[in-house]
């Protein structure tokens, strides 16, 4: 009895008490185990910053339009794609185009059933008649016969050119081997010649837009000649037609009673200006996405902030209007937009007397679901300064994220520099092929891009372009080397062609210039690098064969060294 341990007396380690103890220290572990994991979560909580997505590895902004998720941003550097990159082409109604024969069949009649002379002139005299219906054949069958690359599918009715011996004549068309859902307009100025039996020739085709006259139909002109055109297939979007005189004023409300009955929706400060136009468009179409899923009017700022990597100073460059890069007139038809400037003087003259209310949301947590119940007649989203939870984009994100989707079918790139692309392929025939060849920053960084610089050297190029392009062909090469003599070795195997030949576009004596200095209230417009990239990028895009520079010249990643696998993703 004195030999046993103290220990086995102890009523704690009776055999009775064995089970209640193993419960009681399992319970006890498992509290402290909670315990410590709360404290750790408190201490991530209360330190942790929120990644922001901008820092995020460059990817093709292709990944995002066609990937599940529609919120999560990703920052890119290049050209924005828009609304109508993305629209499948429409190869029923394409395929409706006017033939040589279709003109050759055409009688008299059927072709002036609205009133016009139906007989040759009696006289030799006096100007050209450029209402005269075979005139009209003939310059049809030439144009079809002289452009063989491109297809017609409708020839307005030509008009007096610039002297008595001149026709201006206007046509929509699209490249044969197009890719984009787009028609084209072009108007070109014919020079005529008269024998003295009253014989028609036609001496000469001018370049593309010569034909300003025939520019823009006039209100009693008679319509030309169209097959007849296929009804449009419910829910088939409206074409953009590049070369058509465009219209993209202001909007304006028509009265007093109409802006008091109206809805608004105005998204105030955040920190997405002077960012990337990617970053731009994602945050802008959230709010025209919340705007028509709330029924509201989009109150939106035309004056946006051009990002320093696009402009010729090196720095954010503000007081860029909207419409130089974007159709206005296109988001304008299609959505209910109001410029803001436009919007406040109508706030400030009315809302004290109709009494018009504001509701203001100052947490991106507040999603759209919880103000469709919101009566008051404009909702402003104010947003803070802390970036990124002050981007506008973090309101599609989340839950949202299922319920508001962006509408990039509103976003159509500005028709001015779609016109210069059009001219400047028009030059080329619509008939060449393209090159994109990245150098700049990225052939010097040797250690994310070991290959490049003497992948794209002259010698290597033409070694590869053997291969892939026809020799002689006419070859646009969209580059951001600013010496293009550099590619003058491939001079010897191709007749290359570089944006800044084509300068005379948006020179001083241009319609872009002009226009854009319009819409600029009179100051000039430089014409900026993202408009550059814009254009060139449009032009390559164009080109029959497309050779591109990370997929077809260089084995190096887009984004850097082993980096080819995400890009892809």
């Not at 820092?55 to 998720?69: A, D, E, G, W």
């Not at 319609?511 to 319009?518: C, D, G, I, L, V």
């Not at 080109?543 to 082993?562: A, M, P, R, Y």
Request: hydrophobic share 35%; glycine share 6%.
């Amino acid at each position: 009895m004195l030999g046993r341990s103290a220990l086995s007396r102890s009523g704690s380690f009776r055999p009775e008490n064995i089970g209640q103890n193993a419960l009681a220290m399992i319970g006890n572990l498992c509290f402290t185990f909670f315990v410590v994991g709360v404290l750790i979560f408190t201490i991530i909580a209360a330190t942790y910053e929120p990644e922001d997505p901008l820092f995020h590895p460059s990817t093709k902004i292709t990944n995002f339009f066609t990937s599940n998720s529609n919120a999560t941003f990703k920052s890119d550097d290049t050209v924005v794609r828009t609304g109508e990159d993305f629209m499948a082409p429409n190869q029923t109604a394409f395929s409706n185009f006017i033939n040589v024969t279709d003109v050759d069949t055409l009688s008299t009649d059927n072709v002036d059933a609205h009133g016009a002379a139906t007989t040759a002139l009696d006289s030799c005299e006096g100007p050209l008649d450029c209402r005269d219906p075979e005139l009209f054949h003939m310059l049809m069958k030439r144009v079809i016969e002289e452009f063989k690359d491109i297809h017609f599918y409708r020839f307005g009715k030509p008009v007096p050119g610039s002297n008595e011996s001149t026709c201006d004549m206007g046509w929509r068309f699209r490249p044969k081997e197009g890719k984009t859902a787009a028609l084209y307009k072009d108007y070109r100025r014919f020079v005529i010649a008269r024998s003295e039996n009253c014989t028609l020739s036609l001496v000469g085709i001018g370049d593309y837009h010569s034909g300003v006259n025939a520019r823009k139909r006039k209100k009693n002109q008679k319509p030309g000649f169209e097959k007849t055109p296929r009804k449009q297939e419910a829910g088939q979007p409206l074409l953009p037609v590049v070369g058509e005189t465009v219209n993209d004023t202001l909007p304006v409300v028509e009265s007093e009673n109409s802006f008091s009955r109206g809805k608004y929706l105005l998204y105030n400060g955040g920190g997405d200006r002077c960012k990337s136009m990617n970053h731009y468009l994602w945050s802008f179409l959230c709010a025209l996405g919340e705007a028509q899923y709330l029924n509201r009017t989009l109150v939106m700022d035309l004056s946006i902030c051009l990002n320093w990597m696009y402009s010729s100073s090196n720095q954010d460059e503000e007081a860029k209007d909207f419409r130089f890069y974007f159709d206005f007139e296109h988001l304008r038809e299609a959505a209910s937009v109001l410029d803001h400037s436009q919007f406040w003087d109508d706030w400030g003259k009315w809302h004290k007397k109709d009494r018009l209310s504001l509701h203001l949301v100052e947490d991106v947590r507040v999603t759209p679901m919880k103000l469709t119940t919101v009566k008051d007649t404009l909702i402003m989203r104010k947003f803070g300064s802390v970036e990124p939870d002050n981007y506008w984009y973090r309101v599609c994100e989340g839950e949202t994220e299922a319920v508001i989707q962006r509408p990039w079918h509103l976003i159509w790139k500005s028709r001015r520099l779609m016109d210069i692309v059009s001219a400047i392929a028009a030059k080329l025939n619509w008939d060449y092929d393209a090159v994109h060849i990245e150098r700049g920053e990225k052939a010097r960084n040797k250690e994310l891009w070991p290959n490049l610089a003497a992948d794209t050297s002259p010698d290597a190029l033409i070694s590869t372009l053997a291969n892939k392009l026809e020799e002689g062909r006419h070859v646009y090469i969209a580059t951001n080397e600013p010496d293009t003599s550099f590619f003058n070795p491939l001079k010897d195997k191709y007749t290359t062609h570089f944006l800044d030949e084509y300068k005379d576009l948006w020179n001083e004596n241009s319609e872009w210039y002009s226009e854009t200095k319009a819409l600029n209230n009179g100051v000039p417009v430089e014409f900026d690098g993202y408009m550059r990239i814009s254009v060139d990028t449009e032009v390559f895009l164009r080109g029959k064969k497309q050779i591109e520079t990370f997929n077809d010249l260089t084995n190096d990643c887009k984004d850097g060294v082993n980096t080819c696998s995400a890009a892809a993703s």
